[in-house]
């Protein structure tokens, strides 16, 4: 156990970024679960980075604006289609999103393929560099997040109907996925989320928040100690705190 490795300067950005990451998916994830497509989160993410690793194999500039820009666009169009199947197939939604994940998955692995560095893309792709976030990558974080929480919480939304959501989706995972991976996106989309089925209002936003920061600190607090992968401590941290808070509300009614 290494004391010494708890340095603020390493691990505060870390934490603000994951922060910044629930404060769009607790709602989000919320919306996604009560409406029964759970897998979304991971194939608009897989989407948002095949964006990403298309733009690297045109060789554009890494963490650019242009690498944002494809980013984005792939996103948004995978929230298009996904708006389509959904008006076409809504029987069918939870399983084409399903297919539309492997298939983005994929299409990465054949751009990869001819990449000599392509494995620890794709790694950084799927488990993320939440260690090595920087400000302006934070800055660009925090203003992304503020935007969909206004669009959210003023209901613009709503308004623009099955391709709102869908849109809002794609931009809140493109902002994260590149800085948390594929696996903490979904983890902080679902887990808090599901932890908190048994409430309702704004009292399942407070204890989902607070199931998500307990998770991200505790998960960066182990990785440091113990010398672990960051993103797959925090998964880990995630649903160990998500089942306590779940355990202690079926507690809580019995009584």
């Known amino acids: 156990m290494n004391w010494s490795a708890l340095d603020w300067g390493i691990l505060g950005p870390a934490l603000i970024a994951g922060l910044l990451v629930l404060a769009t998916h607790v709602p989000l994830g919320t919306h996604v679960l009560d409406r029964g497509i759970v897998f979304i989160d991971l194939a608009i993410a897989q989407i948002a980075g095949l964006g990403v690793i298309g733009a690297d194999a045109l060789g554009l500039p890494e963490g650019g604006l242009a690498v944002q820009l494809a980013a984005v666009t792939a996103a948004l169009l995978g929230a298009w289609l996904l708006t389509w199947t959904e008006r076409r197939a809504p029987q069918q939604q939870e399983a084409l999103i399903g297919v539309l994940f492997i298939l983005a998955a994929c299409a990465g692995i054949l751009l990869l393929s001819g990449n000599p560095h392509g494995g620890e893309h794709l790694k950084d792709l799927l488990v993320g560099q939440i260690l090595w976030v920087n400000t302006t990558q934070l800055l660009w974080l925090a203003g992304a997040s503020a935007l969909i929480l206004l669009a959210l919480w003023q209901g613009w939304v709503?308004?623009?109907?099955?391709?709102?959501?869908?849109?809002?989706?794609?931009?809140?995972?493109?902002?994260?996925?590149?800085?948390?991976?594929?696996?903490?996106?979904?983890?902080?989309?679902?887990?808090?989320?599901?932890?908190?089925?048994?409430?309702?209002?704004?009292?399942?936003?407070?204890?989902?928040?607070?199931?998500?920061?307990?998770?991200?600190?505790?998960?960066?607090?182990?990785?440091?100690?113990?010398?672990?992968?960051?993103?797959?401590?925090?998964?880990?941290?995630?649903?160990?705190?998500?089942?306590?808070?779940?355990?202690?509300?079926?507690?809580?009614?019995?009584?």
């Open 158 to 255: 709503q308004r623009l109907g099955r391709f709102g959501f869908y849109a809002v989706f794609a931009l809140a995972v493109t902002a994260s996925v590149q800085l948390v991976g594929v696996y903490l996106v979904f983890s902080s989309l679902i887990i808090p989320a599901l932890g908190t089925r048994g409430h309702a209002g704004r009292r399942r936003y407070a204890i989902a928040y607070g199931i998500g920061a307990l998770g991200y600190v505790s998960g960066l607090t182990l990785s440091a100690l113990f010398d672990l992968p960051s993103g797959a401590v925090i998964v880990w941290t995630l649903a160990a705190c998500a089942l306590l808070g779940a355990a202690a509300g079926r507690s809580k009614d019995s009584k």
